[in-house]
């Protein structure tokens, strides 16, 4: 493994990309990751260089050159190869309809987004994530208030929202044309917008009838394994389409949630569609499918700031956004911390397990300043200016990392041993697992362990922050979580 990792540092200038937890195809016998392994050099000369957060058993990184390479995808535990590639030990590119280099990327449960170095997003996966494509008169609806029904192809997941989806394979046709969606995107968004069914229909063309083909999806939410799926569903999966947004708005990062999509510009400005129905999308309204990119309001007042719970909001625009499985959180650049959506296990900081329709003030990080966020299925982390690490929600494997499995209803600072000297600078979080990154170079992980996710060479859960070692001693510089597994970036001593 050591000269494996040399020789991937030598390909890629020093660095080496690890992977661990679980990555079906990229590892012998498809068995979980259970440390820091290093990811096989491509066949492309052309390096690994940043690692994406998000994927259901599979790596996104991108290259050098600025390709998204993804791996590790399986095609009998619930993968589909629309959103993951094809089966594959080795990073290959994925086949996006641009030339345009990718420099930010982002996986979903069930999608997939990515961002042009000309400020494009590319999404693909499951239909109900990515906007409509080709809407017909009998497919579209409008949806009023809060008590508006899918628009979606019926499925358990829109009957029990509660519920979460993988996907299963099918290798894509290589002769479908790229889709762009449809939907344009209003000046200003109320909350209650026209939306349109979501299944993608492209019967005009064979190619894209073909791709389009129902799958297989599997749900793992509750805490089921990926060997062990408890529900089975149909539903319809889109090529990579190109999201329509107004002239002149350029993104500059994607994040990906359970079901929904956040998009913020280089001015500031988020957007979000998919699935709302807990609040996520930050609307205002539970609108279950949102079919088109929607300016998310978290300054309703730009006068004074102020949100629409009557707090005042620090800052004018947004510098950081993540989504987790139903909730979302943003960060002003004046270092506030705002969240949205399902509240059920506290995710939203709020103090109560009540759900946020709007970007709303997390009042109890006070006047601290946050430079950077992570959200996962059932909890949220934050960091500061000075290097502390914040979380809440759902702790039922030890995912905060504050001791016990107790739920945190509010923000809780870490105060855990093998921090106290330490500032983090990065953090990431899995479904059901976190990953901090040190100014120092070192990782730190804690929470769910069944697949090795933690990289501590077994399979025992953590409730409290435990080191990452690296075999040969590199530096990390770059850290992502996938649902069930860790990438890092690593500098070879």
């Given at each position: 493994m050591r000269d494996e990792a040399r020789n991937n540092a030598a390909a890629s200038?020093?660095?080496?990309?690890?992977?661990?937890?679980?990555?079906?195809?990229?590892?012998?016998?498809?068995?979980?990751?259970?440390?820091?392994?290093?990811?096989?050099?491509?066949?492309?000369?052309?390096?690994?260089?940043?690692?994406?957060?998000?994927?259901?058993?599979?790596?996104?990184?991108?290259?050098?050159?600025?390709?998204?390479?993804?791996?590790?995808?399986?095609?009998?535990?619930?993968?589909?190869?629309?959103?993951?590639?094809?089966?594959?030990?080795?990073?290959?590119?994925?086949?996006?309809?641009t030339e345009s280099p990718i420099?930010?990327?982002?996986g979903g449960w069930a999608h997939c987004a990515a961002v042009t170095g000309g400020g494009e997003v590319f999404t693909w996966g499951w239909s109900e994530c990515v906007p409509s494509i080709q809407p017909t008169p009998d497919e579209s609806e409008q949806v009023q208030g809060d008590d508006a029904s899918a628009c979606a192809p019926s499925t358990s997941l829109q009957s029990s929202p509660r519920n979460n989806a993988g996907a299963s394979h099918t290798k894509p046709s290589s002769h479908a044309p790229p889709l762009r969606n449809s939907g344009a995107l209003p000046g200003k968004q109320s909350g209650r917008q026209t939306h349109r069914n979501l299944t993608c229909k492209t019967t005009d063309s064979k190619g894209a009838e073909e791709i389009l083909k129902k799958r297989k999806i599997v749900s793992f939410e509750h805490g089921e394994s990926p060997e062990s799926p408890t529900a089975a569903e149909e539903n319809v999966f889109a090529p990579p389409c190109l999201v329509n947004l107004d002239p002149g708005i350029r993104i500059s990062i994607v994040a990906a949630g359970g079901r929904h999509t956040l998009a913020l510009?280089?001015?500031?400005?988020?957007?979000?569609?998919?699935?709302?129905?807990?609040?996520?999308?930050?609307?205002?309204?539970?609108?279950?499918?949102?079919?088109?990119?929607?300016?998310?309001?978290?300054?309703?007042?730009?006068?004074?700031?102020?949100?629409?719970?009557?707090?005042?909001?620090?800052?004018?625009?947004?510098?950081?956004?993540?989504?987790?499985?139903?909730?979302?959180?943003?960060v002003t650049d004046a270092g506030a911390l705002l969240t949205f959506g399902w509240g059920l296990y506290g995710q939203v900081g709020q103090g109560s397990n009540e759900d946020e329709l709007s970007p709303c003030l997390v009042s109890a990080m006070g006047g601290l300043q946050v430079t950077g966020i992570a959200a996962g299925l059932w909890h949220t982390l934050c960091i500061t200016d000075i290097g502390d690490v914040y979380a809440f929600g759902g702790n039922?494997?030890?995912?905060?990392?504050?001791?016990?499995?107790?739920?945190?209803?509010?923000?809780?600072?870490?105060?855990?041993?093998?921090?106290?000297?330490?500032?983090?600078?990065?953090?990431?979080?899995?479904?059901?697992?976190?990953?901090?990154?040190?100014?120092?170079?070192?990782?730190?992980?804690?929470?769910?362990?069944?697949?090795?996710?933690?990289?501590?060479?077994?399979?025992?859960?953590?409730?409290?922050?435990?080191?990452?070692?690296?075999?040969?001693g590199g530096r990390a510089a770059n850290i992502a979580c996938g649902w069930w597994h860790t990438l890092a970036t690593v500098h070879i001593k």
């Open positions: 200038g020093g660095c080496s990309v690890r992977m661990w937890g679980y990555l079906p195809a990229a590892s012998p016998q498809r068995a979980p990751l259970l440390q820091p392994t290093p990811v096989p050099v491509t066949p492309l000369n052309d390096p690994l260089k940043t690692v994406c957060n998000g994927g259901c058993g599979f790596g996104i990184a991108i290259s050098e050159s600025g390709k998204l390479n993804t791996w590790g995808s399986t095609t009998e535990l619930g993968q589909c190869y629309l959103i993951s590639g094809k089966q594959q030990e080795l990073p290959e590119p994925y086949p996006l309809p420099v930010q990327a982002a510009s280089d001015v500031g400005h988020v957007w979000g569609w998919g699935y709302g129905g807990e609040g996520q999308l930050g609307l205002g309204t539970r609108m279950r499918i949102v079919s088109s990119p929607q300016l998310i309001p978290c300054f309703n007042s730009p006068e004074n700031g102020i949100s629409s719970s009557g707090a005042p909001i620090p800052g004018s625009s947004i510098k950081a956004i993540a989504c987790g499985g139903r909730h979302s959180a943003i039922q494997f030890g995912q905060l990392g504050v001791g016990g499995n107790s739920a945190e209803m509010s923000p809780r600072l870490i105060d855990a041993p093998l921090l106290e000297d330490e500032s983090c600078v990065a953090v990431a979080c899995g479904a059901r697992h976190s990953v901090v990154l040190t100014g120092s170079g070192k990782i730190f992980a804690w929470g769910w362990n069944k697949y090795g996710q933690l990289g501590l060479g077994d399979n025992n859960n953590r409730d409290l922050p435990v080191q990452v070692t690296m075999n040969d």
